[in-house]
């Protein structure tokens, strides 16, 4: 059973540039969530992706998009970066909007 | 919104003792809450779960204790591992949502 990847591992880039972060869920997973922690903090739910819908969005703007693909894999977009966003993203998957969210090693994105 | 917490924020104990890590919550309508345990560096990985019918389920050498009365959730390390040193979170949920609703976290360390 293969679980959560994650890519890339750390990334930096300069306020106002666009970033696009990867991940696969764990196999047999079609519910694909993201979660932002910053440093020193709990994660925060950005969005939620079930069969390639969007199934719910936390408390982010419209500058944090997604996309599932039909392999169950996500994308977590962010536009117009600041430098409030760098932290940790984390992507989980879990089976059927199930509780049981398995957590991926994150993004640690930087913005300077 | 209604958070979840932690009591206390770091937790020191010796290697062999049983550790017992406490989170309040406030939303009386979530329905399962999930224990994390996130090492450096790494994103945040199950440990045990709970529903909110349930008082009490274990797990290996992990106990997870519901309260609903006063709202609060511990978990019970049983015999800490200097392999138990890490931030803990407790998240809640609702079968209605999508989100896992996260606290600020715990951290363990163990001393020998």
């Known amino acids: 059973e293969t679980g959560v990847t994650q890519s890339p591992t750390h990334l930096i880039k300069t306020r106002g540039q666009q970033v696009t972060l990867r991940c696969s869920s764990q196999s047999g997973h079609n519910t694909v969530s993201w979660y932002q922690q910053a440093l020193g903090q709990g994660p925060q739910f950005i969005f939620q992706y079930y069969r390639e819908e969007e199934n719910g969005r936390g408390n982010f703007p419209p500058r944090f998009s997604g996309l599932q693909f039909p392999n169950y894999s996500s994308e977590l977009n962010v536009n117009a970066l600041e430098l409030d966003d760098s932290a940790l993203y984390l992507c989980?998957?879990?089976?059927?909007?199930?509780?049981?969210?398995?957590f991926g090693p994150g993004t640690r994105l930087t913005v300077t | 919104g209604e958070s979840v917490g932690l009591h206390l924020p770091t937790l020191s104990v010796q290697e062999g003792d049983n550790s017992i890590i406490n989170c309040a919550y406030s939303?009386?309508?979530?329905?399962?809450f999930i224990w994390y345990k996130q090492e450096s560096g790494k994103g945040p990985q199950f440990i045990i779960d709970i529903r909110s019918n349930m008082d009490k389920r274990q797990g290996q050498r992990v106990t997870v204790l519901l309260n609903k009365t006063v709202k609060h959730l511990s978990l019970q390390i049983a015999a800490t591992q200097p392999g138990d040193s890490a931030v803990y979170f407790c998240a809640e949920g609702t079968n209605s949502g999508y989100a896992l609703n996260f606290g600020k976290g715990t951290s363990l360390l163990v001393t020998p």
């Open positions: 989980a998957s879990s089976l059927d909007l199930g509780p049981e969210q398995y």
């Open positions: 939303n009386s309508a979530s329905d399962y």
